[in-house]
């Protein structure tokens, strides 16, 4: 459904590349979702892929069409729900429907208005301003809005900030419904739990390139799946400490332990070295538990802004 | 059908934003009212004069009568008695009058002799200078119609056989100057009044104020990524520009309706002058849809240089301000240096204020106000044209 190939794009005055050398491809029908710190470049492939930006190199295919020349036909199929409030706070549900589905001009308006405030649970809120709702609600219109066009692709920027739990689950159980009848969704977000729980595929951007790429199991299983963390019963005395150095690429901070690129043979003379020399162990952890961990160990723990 | 959409959105973001009504309705006709009525004496067409003079006669004489009668004649300042446990120099220090004139003791014998006396006129300290002139020229006339008579008096005693018909008849010099001004109103010429200069001038004030909502408006829409998904959805820009530019265009003339409307009704009720409409209601809008275009795609222009509704605000009200300044609104242009005059010929408001001036003041029609409006169009076109490459430089950002 898009394919990126060594796209890069630089804002005016900017030190870096916000996009650096980017190759991406989704398939028709997939739920990716793109994960990446604050300023990572996330929103910036969005409005890229939305024909917002044009990039500085490399190139962009939607439905098969490159950019620019087939934008007005990709901006058919697909359609944007940027992480704003973007809709008209003084207008009512209903007008903000019928605005932008009049921007559309599709014959059918009144029935497209209808399915989105069915699929978004809206209907009892159509009079209501939207200066008024609550912010579930405004995200739910947010969302609405982005379905009139019955997009073929939708690309959701962090569609689910700041939201209350009941409404996030019910965005997304709307993203997977909307997903399973077969639209293509581009989903960034920083909440990796939602992730997990949400997408087939899984993307991780930071400073404009993708680090990694894949489905949740490939990725907590290969990439850095060979880590082990062990937590000790007592701190190890300088003895122990000493035997514990025939382990290579071991670290002690404490009573934790921790081998970083430890493979299974490794695992079971660690396993076998801790019981020789009598440390007892309250907690193993092998591979990357989530994917929190997997996104922290790729883009590091330093703040972004 | 797409633009049919953004103008009915945009009405109805307008209709429903109380603040912006109140600045492009109620602010201007607020002003109009207010300006138009404080205004009324220093235009003087109900002869209310409110310049007030002491006349402090130490001398008692004929000629000091005669000089108090002449002054009084002159109707355009209004002599009056100072209240008993008054001290005029008090009263003339904290304008409560605006002049005080003393007739010293012995004038009248004096005024013809070798060694006249001085009468002595005191201007309070709030008097404009070319009020203060305007009483000393009407004080100098007084004075040198009495004097004319005194001379001739002593000359007839001195030639007892001097033929009278020689004698000069100062009524004669008021018949040597014919004042006429070109204002014509319900087709008889009179001065023109406040109202009459005040209308079109604040309603070229407010006009361009249309561009504080507007600008909020779009700021708001690029802020909260309206404007990234209208743009994402395929909308051109020139749809965009269109889809403001069209219902901001009538709010504007709606603004035009209402101010002359209160210059037509609500001033007269309250006691102010009524104002005249001219001759040619073609003149009167074609001016008003070229300042109207000319203010909202200023307006457009504004709101893609700035990057909040403060911004917007703040500069709008100090642009407004020195266009308002340099174009006639607070200080006609008359009054100007030669050089200021030059400068204010380049402010939009001046264009308008003209064009306006043309058909009310001028009684002109619509081949007089061509090049006004042909100016404020081509200002229009070039703020348009500059917003559109604004938005097309700001898609990069």
């Not at chain 2, 520009?241 to 901001?248: A, E, H, M, R, S």
């Amino acid at each position: 459904m898009i394919q990126i190939e060594g796209l890069s794009y630089r804002y005016p005055g900017a030190e870096r590349a916000a996009i650096q050398g980017l190759s991406l491809q989704l398939r028709q029908g997939s739920l990716f979702g793109l994960l990446g710190p604050n300023g990572s470049g996330k929103t910036t492939l969005i409005s890229i892929l939305t024909g917002l930006l044009q990039p500085s190199t490399g190139s962009v295919a939607i439905d098969g069409k490159l950019l620019p020349a087939g934008l007005s036909e990709s901006q058919r199929l697909s359609a944007l729900v940027p992480q704003e409030y973007a809709f008209y706070p003084r207008l009512t549900v209903m007008e903000n429907l019928g605005f932008f589905a009049a921007l559309l001009a599709a014959p059918d308006g009144p029935v497209r208005i209808a399915e989105a405030l069915s699929v978004t649970g809206l209907e009892a809120f159509a009079s209501s301003r939207a200066e008024h709702l609550s912010g579930g609600l405004k995200r739910r219109l947010n969302l609405a809005i982005g379905l009139l066009n019955r997009p073929r692709l939708l690309f959701l920027d962090e569609p689910t900030v700041g939201m209350d739990p009941q409404s996030r689950r019910f965005i997304l159980d709307t993203i997977k419904r909307i997903n399973r009848a077969g639209t293509t969704v581009l989903y960034t977000s920083h909440y990796m739990e939602e992730v997990e729980d949400l997408c087939d595929e899984i993307g991780v951007l930071d400073e404009g390139r993708l680090l990694a790429r894949g489905s949740l199991a490939d990725l907590l299983g290969e990439r850095g799946g060979r880590r082990l963390v062990v937590t000790l019963r007592d701190t190890p005395s300088s003895d122990q400490s000493r035997a514990l150095d025939a382990i290579p690429g071991h670290a002690v901070a404490g009573s934790e332990l921790t081998v970083e690129d430890c493979g299974e043979r490794e695992l079971q003379r660690v396993i076998d070295l801790l019981a020789s020399q009598g440390l007892g162990v309250s907690r193993v952890r092998y591979g990357h538990g989530n994917l929190e961990e997997l996104f922290l160990h790729l883009t590091g723990r330093q703040l972004r802004d | 059908m797409r633009l049919t959409a953004l103008v009915r959105k945009e009405t109805l973001l307008l209709l429903r934003d109380w603040h912006a009504l109140l600045l492009l309705f109620a602010m201007p006709a607020v002003f109009i009212l207010v300006m138009s009525l404080v205004l009324q004496n220093a235009y003087a067409s109900h002869g209310d004069a409110s310049f007030r003079y002491y006349l402090l006669d130490q001398d008692a004489s004929a000629a000091s009568t005669a000089l108090g009668e002449a002054l009084a004649a002159a109707g355009e300042f209004r002599r009056v008695s100072a209240a008993p446990g008054t001290v005029p120099e008090e009263e003339l220090r904290r304008d409560r009058v605006q002049f005080l004139l003393t007739i010293p003791e012995g004038f009248g014998a004096a005024l013809t002799g070798a060694h006249p006396l001085a009468v002595k006129l005191q201007a309070g300290p709030g008097v404009e200078p070319s009020v203060d002139k305007l009483f000393d020229a009407e004080l100098h006339g007084a004075l040198a119609r009495i004097y004319l008579k005194a001379s001739m008096a002593v000359l007839s005693a001195r030639m007892p056989g001097m033929d009278a018909s020689l004698a000069p008849d100062l009524d004669a010099v008021d018949k040597l100057i014919l004042t006429e001004s070109l204002y014509q109103a319900g087709g008889e010429r009179r001065v023109p009044s406040s109202v009459q200069q005040n209308v079109p001038a604040w309603l070229l004030f407010a006009m361009f104020f249309i561009a504080v909502p507007l600008s909020t408006t779009w700021v708001q829409e690029r802020q909260q990524g309206t404007y990234a998904r209208l743009r994402s959805m395929g909308l051109p820009p020139r749809s965009l520009l269109l889809g403001k530019l069209l219902p901001y265009v009538v709010i504007n003339l709606l603004q035009v309706v209402l101010m002359l409307a209160v210059g037509v009704w609500l001033v007269p009720l309250l006691g102010g002058d009524r104002l005249d409409l001219g001759r040619s209601y073609p003149a009167l809008v074609l001016v008003a849809c070229a300042v109207s275009f000319a203010s909202v795609c200023y307006a457009l222009l504004i709101a893609n240089l700035v990057t909040s509704g403060e911004q917007a605000t703040i500069f709008t009200g100090a642009a407004n301000l020195l266009m308002a300044a340099l174009g006639g609104i607070m200080v006609p242009r008359f009054l100007m240096p030669h050089v200021m005059q030059v400068i204010s010929g380049y402010s939009p408001m001046t264009w308008g204020l003209d064009g306006f001036l043309d058909v009310f003041l001028r009684q002109e029609g619509a081949t007089a106000v061509a090049p006004e409006t042909l100016k404020l169009a081509s200002f229009g076109l070039a703020c348009l044209a500059a917003a559109a490459l604004a938005m097309k430089l700001g898609k990069r950002r």
